[in-house]
Structure formats: C-alpha cells, structure tokens
C-alpha cells in the first residue's frame, strides 16, 4: 500500500463529482492522474505513476469489497 496521506483541495482538472456532491450532497473521493500535457496533442504520463495510480485503484478496490 502507498503510505501517503490524502491532500484535500479542489484544483486541477474539472470533474463530473462537482455534479454528484451538489445533487445527492454525498462524500466523493476522486483519483486520477495530474499531468501538464492533459488533453493536449500528444498528451503523456510517466509510467511509474500510471502504476502507482494502478495500485492505488486496487487497494481501493480490495477495501470496498474484500474487508
């Protein structure tokens, strides 16, 4: 598991929980990759954090339905 406390703040790229929080006034958690070529022409992302945002996901995963 990553060892990393969470960072809350509300900057970055525009996300479809803004839709979620205000309509059912629920909790989100949202994960995704922050990159600077985001939606532009050849737009890349290291593969050490695509596979740091892998094992992110599966301990997620694992929380919600194995524990």
């Known amino acids: 598991m990553i060892n990393q406390d969470p960072e809350i703040r509300s900057v970055g790229g525009t ?5 979620i929080v205000r309509d059912i006034e629920c909790e989100t958690l949202e994960l995704g990759l922050m990159d600077t070529t ?4 050849n737009e890349h992302v290291a593969c050490d954090d695509l596979q740091k945002l892998t094992d992110i996901y599966k301990q997620v995963l694992k929380g919600l339905f194995l524990d």
Do not use: L
């Open 15 to 19: 996300s479809d929980a803004r839709f």
């Open 38 to 41: 985001m939606h532009e022409i």
